[in-house]
């Protein structure tokens, strides 16, 4: 990392997770305060992407049954079929 590509933020948090990180340090799991906090926002930033995956997935199968729906693809709706299924699904 070069000097100009880093930038020094002030962060104001909690004193049970200032706590967390200063023991982190103290306990030498990392060099420095901002090398736990660069750890934690990899690790959100990776966990924010993969849920973004999941919202784009999930949008466009409801676009898909809409599209379905549109197009008068249907079948009956069967409350005990939906709940079985859920079931199923709930099991894996």
């Known amino acids: 990392m070069t000097t100009s590509t880093i930038e020094r933020m002030t962060i104001t948090m909690p004193a049970d997770m200032a706590a967390v990180i200063?023991?982190?340090?103290?306990?030498?799991d990392y060099a420095s305060t901002s090398e736990v906090v660069r750890e934690a926002m990899r690790e959100w930033k990776a966990k924010r992407?993969?849920?973004?995956?999941?919202?784009?997935s999930l949008k466009a199968d409801i676009d898909k049954g809409l599209a379905a729906l549109d197009a008068g693809r249907t079948k009956k709706f069967s409350r005990s079929n939906?709940?079985?299924?859920?079931?199923?699904l709930l099991k894996r």
Do not use: P
């Open 22 to 28: 200063k023991d982190a340090v103290a306990g030498g």
């Open 49 to 56: 992407a993969l849920q973004m995956q999941e919202f784009a």
């Open 82 to 88: 939906v709940i079985a299924r859920g079931k199923k």
